[in-house]
């Protein structure tokens, strides 16, 4: 059955296909970390932050990769809480390499959390950054912004709702649903946007893929109750 609260946000036939509640390191095997990240879990939620200093510019980027491949048409809920600001957060969605190939494909370039490796590489996906507050700007005027790749083409963006780390007292549920060429996103059941691939102006139509975490350092956040429905 699906979760009350994302009840409504998701087509009424569809059921979980997969759950990981990221409590512990065996809820992880099999995960592929890109770039230099290191993973905890002292609540039962999976803590994630880069080992590298922020200086070291995008170098010090994570990427956490689960490794089922999802169907075209998903709804993804995860929780979120950010532990320290400044950094920015982002999910991977429908991700596969060049020409169709399995994201982590040997014949792939590398990729080690350097995001120009993620939207000009040997990959395409969608990309939702949820929490924006890395540079001064973005901390200015908080907005979720949705990106399509191969390419960084902005297609969709909306409010931020999320307040900051100091003023956050539980986690926040993130839920992504894709059904055809359809795309929205909400924070604890709370539209931010939504928007139609019309699969010429910005490349084909993204199917199914891979999904995974990324962060920008400094950036220091919890993830927890990974959910995905399909038909």
Not at 67 to 92: H, Q, V
Request: glycine share 10%; charged share 20%; net charge negative.
């Amino acid at each position: 059955m699906q979760d009350a609260g994302v009840e409504g946000l998701i087509p009424e036939a569809w059921q979980p296909i997969y759950h990981n509640p990221l409590a512990s390191t065996s809820d992880i095997a099999g995960f592929q970390m890109e770039g230099e990240g290191a993973l905890s879990f002292p609540l039962q939620r999976m803590r994630l932050e880069s080992t590298i200093s922020a200086e070291a510019g995008q170098k010090a980027n994570v990427v956490l990769w689960c490794p089922e491949e999802f169907p075209a048409d998903i709804a993804a809920s995860w929780k979120f809480r950010p532990l320290r600001e400044p950094g920015l957060a982002i999910l991977f969605i429908a991700a596969k390499g060049k020409g169709g190939k399995d994201l982590f494909d040997p014949a792939l370039a590398r990729r080690t959390g350097e995001y120009d490796q993620y939207h000009h590489g040997q990959m395409d996906t969608y990309h939702i950054s949820y929490f924006r507050r890395r540079w001064v700007e973005e901390r200015e005027f908080h907005t979720c912004n949705l990106r399509k790749s191969y390419g960084f083409h902005l297609v969709a963006q909306g409010a931020d709702p999320l307040p900051s780390v100091s003023d956050m007292t539980e986690p926040y549920r993130m839920l992504v649903v894709k059904r055809g060429p359809v795309l929205s996103f909400a924070i604890n059941e709370l539209p931010v946007f939504t928007w139609i691939d019309d699969g010429d102006t910005n490349g084909p139509l993204l199917t199914g893929g891979k999904m995974g975490f990324r962060q920008m350092a400094p950036l220091i956040a919890e993830y927890s109750d990974l959910t995905v429905y399909g038909q």
